[in-house]
């Protein structure tokens, strides 16, 4: 087996069907994608996280699937598949895609069949109740949208679950067959070729879906899917979405003589939230508490964190207060606002456009324990269009370049519109524009990228918080066999100076790595500057 890759990769979250058009229909494609893979090995990420792009009414963005072993002809062939993975490996990028397995579409010929009798081979493969049931009025995820987590279905006869929308029914994962199909469908893909996946919905895949039963979780599904990877990719990794209390999380990773023994890696959600609430407030307090919070994890778990990923910001994790500060300060308006819960702002926009805070928060994100995964477009920092419904205000398509069609697309009109408008519009912010200016955030992301890489305490070490300087300031140090690293960030707009305590890791005169700007090349730890919305990295030790 390699070295356990996923411990010190850049994950790259994109959508094929807005990130680059080859055929100029509009519509984002793999070939496409093909051709921009130097543009994503320049800009520093190892792996690509591609949201679904299997065959699919696409009401739902991709995620209401019809054919979880085919590539929807929009993006291309199975064959353009297969080329991508083989173009990609010759760039040492990895390629990791969506596992929806917790619903399909109602389109999906299993639910078809399903619904046709209560004979039917497929029957048990969703969840029925013959009566309405008491808890219709609970548990969706879309509360504001889709109020509803079951529906009537006339020619089933019978009443059929759904935790999102009512033409995504729910799989019965506690039906032996599903779940053996679930497994021959993560093999197939990994017998192509894919790195791994990332398990979309993961508290809903494994929970019990008996009316009444909600709370009740098979854990153990995840370590029969562990294994089916094991068997045959020994280096693929799981990435799960379960935004759950502390005391579950460990269950999702779980443990075998102190090492994951389930899922490898899980998002923050946490400390995502922490990120927000310390970014409204221009406090790190809520970075601290988290940090000093959060569970140990076993060997070879992993966070993933993230400061915007494809859906909302979700804030369901916070008090009412700290909820209400966060929307007063990204998303006052109730148009920004979605699902009773997020914000669904693009960050650049909810940080006013500012390069020097966007800069200080991607720092503050690449430095945090675990594996970092940007949303395409976030390295030139694009915006969203509010005018789209729900979660497709950020889903516009990639800026490449201030041409009309954005060198995206040569079509007139694409399937999702650009944003044409306003400071974010493609005339604005693109590729090509920042490729020419040295002091853009596009080359500032391919700098961090590409030293983060040099950076291997973040991905594998110790994060320990230091209490040091004013309130507006976090000071924390990663530490592992390879070296020490300390961080300091200023949340506030002011500038200042901190101190730090002399630190056992340091081996001779600590050494500048990267900073918002040059503060010498001298480092004393006992008064260490930082404009406002400042940030420094410096090595401590570093271990051959």
């Not at 009740?216 to 990877?229: A, G, H, I, P, S």
């Not at 966070?303 to 979700?314: G, I, K, P, S």
């Amino acid at each position: 087996m390699q070295e356990r890759w996923y411990r010190n990769a850049a994950i790259y979250s994109l959508d094929v069907c807005t990130f680059q058009d080859s055929d100029n229909d509009g519509f984002g494609d793999l070939p496409g994608l093909i051709g921009r893979l130097d543009y994503l090995s320049r800009l520093g990420v190892t792996a690509l996280w591609l949201s679904p792009v299997h065959p699919s009414p696409r009401r739902d963005g991709g995620y209401d699937v019809v054919d979880h072993y085919g590539v929807d002809p929009r993006f291309g062939s199975m064959g353009d598949f297969a080329e991508l993975l083989n173009q990609a490996d010759e760039r040492g990028l990895r390629i990791m895609i969506d596992l929806v397995v917790n619903h399909t579409s109602d389109e999906h010929p299993w639910f078809q069949a399903a619904r046709s009798s209560p004979d039917s081979p497929f029957r048990d493969w969703y969840v029925w109740s013959e009566e309405e049931p008491a808890d219709r009025w609970r548990g969706a995820v879309f509360p504001d949208v889709e109020p509803e987590s079951w529906s009537y279905d006339e020619k089933a006869g019978a009443w059929y679950r759904h935790r999102f929308y009512r033409f995504e029914p729910d799989l019965n994962t506690g039906n032996p067959q599903v779940r053996a199909e679930i497994r021959k469908i993560a093999a197939f893909w990994l017998r192509l070729g894919v790195s791994g996946f990332r398990i979309d919905a993961a508290p809903f895949l494994i929970e019990d879906k008996t009316p009444g039963r909600h709370y009740r979780r098979d854990y153990e599904f995840l370590r029969d899917l562990r294994d089916t990877l094991s068997w045959q990719k020994g280096d693929a990794v799981m990435l799960a979405e379960a935004n759950v209390a502390d005391d579950e999380l460990l269950e999702y990773f779980g443990q075998a003589d102190g090492s994951a023994s389930r899922i490898l890696m899980v998002f923050a959600f946490r400390l995502n939230q922490a990120v927000m609430l310390a970014l409204a407030r221009r406090d790190a307090q809520p970075i601290r508490d988290v940090l000093r919070e959060l569970p140990d994890l076993p060997q070879h778990a992993q966070w993933a964190t993230f400061l915007r990923n494809h859906d909302e910001v979700d804030l369901g994790r916070l008090t009412e207060e700290e909820r209400r500060d966060v929307f007063a300060a990204f998303g006052p308006d109730p148009d920004m606002q979605l699902y009773e819960r997020g914000i669904r702002r693009r960050l650049a926009p909810m940080l006013d456009g500012d390069q020097r805070r966007l800069r200080m928060a991607y720092s503050l994100q690449f430095t945090m324990p675990g594996t970092p995964v940007v949303r395409y477009g976030d390295e030139i920092g694009m915006g969203e269009d509010l005018s789209l419904p729900e979660r497709t205000a950020i889903r516009t398509p990639m800026q490449w370049s201030g041409t009309p069609g954005a060198g995206f697309s040569s079509c007139e009109t694409t399937d999702t519109p650009l944003i044409t408008e306003g400071p974010y519009a493609v005339d604005r912010v693109n590729v090509t524009d920042q490729r020419r200016d040295p002091d853009s955030l596009l080359m500032w992301f391919e700098r961090i990228l590409h030293t983060l890489r040099e950076c291997k305490e973040i991905g594998t070490g110790h994060h320990e918080v230091l209490d040091a300087g004013p309130p507006h300031v976090l000071v924390h140090r990663a530490t592992s066999p390879s070296g020490a690293m300390l961080f300091l960030h200023n949340l506030g707009s002011e500038p200042c100076r901190v101190a730090v305590d002399p630190q056992p890791e340091q081996d001779g005169t600590p050494l500048n790595i990267t900073a918002d700007t040059d503060y010498g090349s001298e480092v004393d730890l006992g008064a260490l500057d930082l404009n406002g919305y400042g940030f420094r990295w410096i090595r401590l030790r570093r271990d051959p």
